[in-house]
């Protein structure tokens, strides 16, 4: 059993930029975030583990993820975000078994889930 927790969410205004963390239980290799809006399917934003990465086209060169020196802890940095961008973010997580990590656009792909840190960006 894992739990994680996000953190970081905010309102911001465009242009600007947020820092979300997510702490696991214990160390998990594979890491992803998704995001959801109101009246909206849940998306895969970004995906890192065993050295493969994913980010959605919608955020392509603004956003990033990094490791924590402890490494239970997943970052997503975003930058230059977007009102397009405001939803709720949701970190998740499997453990590898062996194989490559999934891409981040699957939801069904991942175990566990955070409870979600809301993103809001006004124009």
């Known amino acids: 059993q894992v739990q994680l927790v996000e953190s970081g969410g905010g309102s911001v205004q465009a242009g600007g930029s947020l820092r979300l963390a997510c702490v696991a239980s214990?160390?998990?290799?594979?890491t992803a975030w998704f995001r959801q809006a109101p009246g909206q399917e849940r998306e895969g934003v970004a995906a890192?583990?065993?050295?493969?990465?994913f980010f959605a086209d919608s955020v392509k060169g603004r956003f990033n993820v990094s490791r924590g020196n402890a490494k239970r802890t997943t970052y997503l940095h975003l930058s230059s975000l977007k009102p397009e961008d405001t939803a709720m973010y949701y970190c998740a997580a499997k453990f590898p078994f062996g194989s490559p990590c999934p891409r981040g656009d699957h939801t069904a792909a991942y175990t566990y889930w955070g409870q979600g840190t809301q993103v809001t960006v006004s124009s």
């Open positions: 890192s583990g065993q050295g493969t990465t």
């Open positions: 214990r160390y998990i290799a594979c």
